[in-house]
């Protein structure tokens, strides 16, 4: 019983029974491995009551919670209320890494692995890498915390609002914090309607270390987005 404390690993352990979390605790994988066998429906079951961190203080090796047997179909972490943070960790499983049904989850870190939203759950992602994140009562902009947003891993774009605003499902991103910018888009003149209009866009980050990188698209009627050729670039300077 560690009611408010921490569990430190020491050393790599196989789990044969579900562990049910009914109060506050956290776990410090401290670089070690635990493993569920085949008899393990989820590692975690997660209650109402409970109240779950996993992190990892160890700075050479990271942590792993891993399950490949079919019978962890319900995910490493079954959340039926309670809350459930993850700071760090790499997790691996033949399907979901989490199951939320209820509750709170937070990810905040260096997460690794699947989550799947199966009803409304209070969710707050800030971090991680996802081979396939799922929200099947809200759209995936719902998960994310403020200023943050997903980005592609095969070629590190960011997804858009559309995307994200849209899709209930997507594979293969990172959550990353959002750039913030000033934007200024000016016309020259005055137009007429159904005139070809020239823009201008003035973007510069808050953060005068980094530079902006931007293009231009347009939407025609059908909400087809069309990226217009040659690419535009600028930076802050």
């Not at 790599?12 to 605790?25: L, P, R, Y």
């Not at 939320?100 to 690794?112: C, D, K, P, R, Y």
Request: charged content about 15%; proline content about 2%.
């Amino acid at each position: 019983n560690a009611d408010g404390g921490t569990v430190t690993m020491l050393n790599n352990v196989t789990v044969t029974t579900s562990i049910a979390a009914t109060s506050d605790f956290t776990l410090d994988l401290n670089g070690k491995t635990i493993t569920g066998n085949s008899n393990v429906a989820s590692i975690f079951l997660i209650y109402r009551n409970g109240n779950v961190i996993i992190c990892d203080t160890n700075r050479t090796n990271v942590g792993l919670i891993k399950a490949t047997s079919y019978a962890t179909a319900n995910g490493l972490f079954n959340l039926q209320g309670g809350k459930l943070t993850i700071q760090d960790g790499t997790f691996q499983a033949n399907k979901a890494t989490i199951y939320a049904m209820s509750g709170e989850l937070v990810i905040n870190g260096t997460f690794t692995g699947e989550v799947f939203i199966y009803h409304p759950v209070s969710t707050s992602i800030s971090g991680g890498t996802f081979s396939q994140i799922h929200a099947a009562y809200s759209t995936i902009s719902s998960l994310l915390a403020n200023w943050y947003g997903f980005k592609r891993i095969s070629n590190n774009a960011w997804l858009s609002s559309r995307d994200i605003i849209q899709e209930y499902s997507y594979s293969q991103v990172t959550v990353t914090e959002a750039p913030d910018l000033n934007i200024a888009i000016t016309a020259n003149q005055v137009y007429s309607y159904g005139d070809p209009i020239d823009l201008t866009a003035n973007l510069s980050d808050l953060d005068s270390n980094k530079s902006v990188t931007y293009q231009w698209y347009f939407v025609d009627f059908n909400d087809n987005h069309h990226i217009l050729d040659p690419i535009a670039e600028a930076s802050e300077n």
